[in-house]
């Protein structure tokens, strides 16, 4: 006896109360035990197909079933009526030229209708609404999973159909279709056929929709957690990803919503399972963001014996920090201010020349430290990466006379910088010192630092599979961009590109992509494309609103509130974000003014990476406030506010992707010059 459980199963669970889960997880789980189902009040359906069943939950509420043998399907869950609707509308048939395992929707058909009009007294025929498959063949769309059913019915589409792809079609033949609307190419999405006699449900696209469950710790783990698709279904290209063998160090990009933390957790758990012997080291760059994967990783395992155990969990500085501890002792890190202040103290005794100590500083942060720069010989020549102000002789001179007093100072009070600690680990691992770890994956690797850069390639050393990163380059927000090859870490060849959001409705990504370039390229020559990105679920427009002050502002974010409590959007799946703490009393205030209690979330735009939540409301995007006026004012380097000005539009960006299903932006006039990007190309 097998279980399986859909995707259209955990989202139809997601949909129930608190209550109603639990009464249909307890029913699941007694199906799983006694696979005839007794006491269940299983009942065959008089629908399309023949193997459809269901189960009684409650006096209301029924899961639909897809029963083969002593073999079950968990496929939809719902009120009564909701459930037999569903049921009656749905089968399940191997698609006939892939082979995959789908849920194919009923259709009536309909003789299709031709795209060219005549309109009385008009000389010419007048085009109806764009059809964009209009002219496709049945071969070709039947070679990415379009249901034979469905080929006409697709034709027939208009433009302003092409939200709905989602929900009608299966998953592959609908990404395939929506890339081919939005001017990618169809034969990219071409499905690789089945093998006479393979089971239809482990095609690599049925696997997106479809997983068999083991155990009875594996089907409680995936029903506790609705939302959490990921921990149960994967996309066929990240699961290549997953899996595959690597000769050298491997990135997975996409922008915000593809399921590069996905790939990166899953990747964790597949080195951990292939290898019983491996310890493996999953680390990001925020404490936050690293209880996070934490608790999905807990999630992921839950059931699967000791692979989480095998798996350590840290932020990358957290584990430096050990691992320098263990070698040299525990350091003295120094501050940013104590760091400020001997440069200062410098400049106050006359060292430096005519150069500002807030340049000085930069240049301490951004080249000096952050390259390990050790002799004025070396500062002299090296190149100045992230640094555009040209510096001549005597300038670097009389910098350098600053900088060795700082590395004085540093190293009379026993004092070490982030920098310096992973330059003395790398220098050990030259040496022969080697890390307890076997693979290293790393989630947001957009913001590693110079020094963790040089320290990961040193540590992986070129083996095989030792190191896995994922990250987007549109969501660096705290890094000057550098080149990874030149410190050992070349990617180039091995860098992969996820085009499907998960999290973010098609209107939220469609809206915050105008903030970005349709491709970003690094500083290897690697590009990251934008373009043929689908999202696979549809939503209510963001909503930009500018107000006259502050008291208007919050009446507007308040009224927002209680439409998301109207809307059964819980307290805690809501995120209130400004550009810095100075604003969060305006978000306060809008929480207290909407009555909505506890719950609600308030973080500033760096602090809400890799963050998510159902509904978010981005406040305060004024014209004094974004970008940050008082950020730019401090940058002693004019050239380097070009670079400053777009890290803060990716800012804008990042908190904008923080939300699935519901945006809301707002401000006070005129607001701030990025909403004019967010508004082009429509009205929102």
């Not at 189960?55 to 002593?70: E, F, K, P, T, Y």
Request: charge should be negative.
């Amino acid at each position: 006896m097998t279980l399986q459980l859909s995707s259209t199963y955990t989202d139809s669970l997601g949909k129930l109360t608190h209550n109603e889960q639990k009464q249909a997880n307890l029913t699941a789980m007694a199906l799983f035990l006694d696979p005839k189902g007794a006491g269940l009040s299983l009942e065959r359906l008089n629908t399309a197909d023949k193997h459809i069943w269901s189960a009684r939950v409650s006096q209301d509420i029924r899961i639909i079933l897809r029963r083969d043998g002593d073999d079950s399907l968990l496929a939809y869950v719902g009120h009564h009526d909701d459930a037999y609707r569903w049921a009656e509308r749905r089968k399940f048939i191997p698609h006939e030229r892939t082979g995959a395992m789908q849920i194919v929707e009923v259709v009536e058909r309909e003789e299709v209708a031709d795209p060219l009009v005549y309109t009385e007294g008009a000389s010419q025929p007048q085009k109806k609404e764009a059809q964009p498959f209009w002219a496709l063949s049945d071969d070709q769309m039947l070679d990415v999973g379009v249901p034979r059913d469905w080929l006409d019915p697709v034709r027939a589409m208009g433009e302003s159909e092409l939200d709905t792809l989602f929900e009608r079609l299966p998953a592959e033949a609908a990404e395939a279709l929506y890339d081919f609307a939005t001017g990618g190419r169809l034969e990219d999405h071409i499905a690789k056929p089945a093998q006479p006699g393979d089971d239809p449900f482990t095609h690599p696209d049925a696997q997106r929709r479809f997983r068999v469950l083991d155990n009875i710790e594996e089907l409680q783990a995936a029903l506790d957690a609705p939302f959490e698709k990921w921990a149960v279904f994967l996309h066929p290209v990240q699961r290549e990803l997953v899996g595959r063998e690597v000769t050298g160090p491997t990135r997975v990009t996409g922008s915000a919503g593809t399921g590069k933390t996905i790939v990166a957790l899953h990747r964790a758990v597949h080195l951990a399972r292939d290898d019983e012997s491996a310890r493996i080291l999953l680390t990001t760059f925020s404490e936050e963001l690293a209880r996070s994967l934490a608790g999905k990783l807990g999630l992921l395992t839950q059931g699967q014996g000791g692979l989480s155990e095998r798996t350590t969990v840290r932020t990358l500085d957290q584990a430096a920090e050990e691992l320098y501890t263990a070698q040299f002792g525990s350091p003295t890190r120094a501050t940013p201010s104590q760091i400020r202040a001997m440069i200062a103290e410098a400049t106050a005794a006359g060292l430096g020349g005519e150069l500002t100590p807030q340049f000085l500083l930069e240049e301490w942060t951004e080249l000096v430290d952050a390259w390990g720069v050790t002799d004025a010989e070396s500062y002299a020549t090296i190149p100045r990466i992230g640094r555009r102000t040209r510096l001549g002789p005597r300038q670097r001179e009389a910098a350098w006379a600053v900088f060795d007093d700082v590395r004085q100072r540093l190293a009379q009070r026993g004092l070490v910088t982030w920098a310096m600690i992973y330059g003395r680990l790398t220098e050990w691992l030259r040496d022969g010192g080697a890390l307890p770890f076997d693979h290293v994956v790393v989630d947001e690797a957009q913001d590693l630092t110079i020094a963790q850069v040089r320290f990961l390639a040193e540590a992986a050393g070129g083996r095989a599979d030792a190191l896995f990163l994922a990250g987007d380059i549109g969501q660096r927000i705290f890094r000057l961009p550098f080149s990874w090859a030149k410190l050992g870490l070349d990617i180039r060849g091995r860098s992969h590109t996820l085009k499907v959001n998960y999290r973010t409705s098609h209107q939220i990504r469609a809206m915050a992509d105008r903030l970005l370039p349709p491709s970003i390229t690094d500083m290897d020559g690697v590009e990251e494309g934008r373009r043929g990105t689908v999202s696979v679920f549809d939503g209510p427009a963001p909503d930009i609103r500018l107000l006259g002050n502050e008291k208007a502002e919050i009446s507007c974010v308040a009224a927002w509130l209680k439409e998301c409590a109207s809307e059964w959007i819980a307290s805690g799946e809501i995120g209130l974000l400004v550009r810095s703490e100075g604003q969060f009393g305006r978000a306060r205030d809008a929480i207290e003014a909407a009555s909505a209690g506890d719950g609600i979330r308030i973080a500033t735009m760096h602090d809400a990476k890799g963050l998510e939540f159902r509904a978010v409301a981005v406040m305060a995007c004024d014209e004094d406030v974004l970008p940050d006026p008082v950020r730019l004012a401090a940058i002693g380097d004019i050239a380097e506010l070009e670079t400053a000005f777009e890290t803060e539009r990716h800012l804008l960006y990042v908190a904008c992707t923080r939300a699935r299903d519901r945006l809301l932006v707002t401000g006070i006039e005129p607001g701030s010059e990025f909403l004019d990007d967010l508004r082009a190309g429509g009205t929102a």
